[in-house]
C-alpha cells in the first residue's frame, strides 16, 4: 500500500515536467491571471516554470518588457538538459486602472525568441483624484485612463474586446461624441453622457474577418469628445490579424539579419536587402509583408523557406524616422515580427 502511494505521489510530481516536454525550451503556461489585486498592495509576481528539453544547455539571456510597469528575473546559470528553473514575472499596477494584460518576451543566447510571457489582472485603483488616476486627457475635462489600446494577435472571426476607463472632471454634464471608427474593424460601446465627477467606462470591440487570406495589422483613431468641444488627443488602436501556428519542436523558427536601406552611386532611390532565415525543422511560410509609407519590396504572399536556408528581399525607397516593416509567417512564437528600417 505504502509503496503504490509513492508511486502515486512520484506521477503526480511528474506531471508539469511531462507537460513542460514538448519541445527544446517549453514553459508549463505562458499565461497567469492575478486576478482582482489593489493597486496601493504594490507590485504582485509570478514563477513560470520553463523546462529544457534539449540535449544542449539552455541559457536565458534577455527579458524585453511589453512596457515599464512589466519585468522578469532570469535564472542566473545555465539550464541543464531535462532541468528546469523559474522565470519570475513581476508587475507594478501603480496607475493602472480596471482590466489590464501585460507581456514580456524571453530571449535565449544568440537572440532567439522563446515567445511571450502574458499576464492580467483587475486593478482597483487607489483613491484619488479624476487627474490623478485618469492620466489621459482626451478633451477639455474628460479623462481616460489609458493614451491607445492595443488588441495584440486576434483570434480570425471572433470579436475581441477592450475597456478603457473615462471620467468627467468638468463641472458640467457631458453629452459623448465619437469619431474615426467608420469604415475600420472596431467599434464603440460607451455612455452617451457623464455627469459632472462621473466615471464611466468605454467598451472597445474589434470585429476581426474571418477570410483566412487577411494577414495585416488592423488600424484606428478614436476621436472622443464633448460635444461641441475640440479632441485635445486621439486614441490609436490596433491588432494583429493573423493565423497562429502550434508550437512543437518541429515548428519553424523566423531569424532575420539587420534592415539597412542606403544611397548608392548613380541611383537617386535608396536600396538595401533583407535576408531571413529559418532556424526550424520544418518549411516556413512568409504570409504577407506590411510595409511602411515610401518603402516597396517585390514579394510574393506565401513564399516557402526550408529548414537552414534563407531568402533575401530586397527593398528600395526612404523611410520615416524609427519606421518598422511586419513580416506574418508560420512561425508560433513571433507570428507577426516587426523589422526596424535603419536608412543611411
Known amino acids: 500500500m505504502r509503496r503504490g502511494a509513492l508511486l502515486l505521489l512520484a506521477l503526480t510530481m511528474a506531471v508539469p515536467v511531462l507537460l513542460a516536454q514538448e519541445g ?9 491571471d492575478f486576478g482582482a489585486i489593489r493597486e496601493a498592495d504594490g507590485a504582485v509576481s509570478h514563477a513560470f516554470t520553463v523546462f529544457n528539453g534539449d540535449t544542449r544547455p539552455l541559457r536565458l539571456t534577455r527579458a524585453i518588457p511589453g512596457c515599464s510597469c512589466i519585468s522578469a528575473t532570469l535564472p542566473g546559470a545555465d539550464i541543464a538538459p531535462g532541468q528546469s528553473a523559474t522565470v519570475v514575472v513581476r508587475f507594478t499596477p501603480a496607475g493602472a486602472s480596471g482590466p489590464v494584460e501585460r507581456n ?57 474586446g477592450k475597456v478603457v476607463f473615462i471620467a468627467n472632471a468638468s463641472d458640467k454634464p457631458m453629452r459623448l461624441r465619437a469619431q474615426g471608427l467608420s ?122 523557406i526550408a529548414p537552414g536556408k534563407s531568402l533575401t528581399l530586397t527593398l528600395s525607397g526612404t523611410a520615416g524616422r524609427n519606421a518598422r516593416l511586419t513580416v506574418f509567417s508560420n512561425d508560433p512564437l513571433r507570428p507577426a515580427k516587426e523589422i526596424s528600417i535603419n536608412t543611411l
Open 24 to 32: 527544446p525550451a517549453a514553459f508549463d503556461s505562458r499565461e497567469w
Open 104 to 160: 514580456v518576451e524571453i530571449q535565449a543566447g544568440g537572440g532567439r525568441s522563446l515567445g511571450m510571457l502574458s499576464i492580467r489582472a483587475d486593478v482597483l485603483p487607489a483613491d484619488r483624484s479624476i487627474q490623478e488616476r485618469y492620466p489621459v486627457v482626451l478633451a477639455e475635462g474628460l479623462y481616460a485612463s489609458r493614451a491607445d489600446v492595443r488588441f495584440g494577435y486576434l483570434e480570425r472571426g471572433r470579436p475581441a
Open 183 to 304: 469604415g475600420t474593424p472596431f467599434r464603440l460601446v460607451c455612455p452617451d453622457t457623464l455627469a459632472p465627477g462621473e466615471e464611466g467606462r468605454l467598451e472597445i470591440w474589434c470585429d476581426t474577418p474571418a477570410d483566412p487570406t487577411v494577414f495585416a495589422t488592423l488600424r484606428a483613431t478614436l476621436r472622443l469628445t464633448p460635444e461641441g468641444l475640440p479632441a485635445l488627443r486621439e486614441m490609436p488602436l490596433s491588432g494583429l490579424c493573423l493565423t497562429q501556428a502550434p508550437e512543437s519542436p518541429d515548428a519553424p523558427r523566423l531569424r532575420n539579419g539587420p534592415m539597412q536601406v542606403r544611397r548608392r552611386p548613380l541611383s537617386r532611390v535608396p536600396r538595401g536587402t533583407l535576408e531571413i532565415f529559418n532556424d526550424g525543422a520544418t518549411d516556413l511560410i512568409l504570409h504577407a509583408l506590411e510595409l511602411p509609407a515610401g518603402i516597396r519590396c517585390a514579394f510574393e504572399p506565401g513564399t516557402h
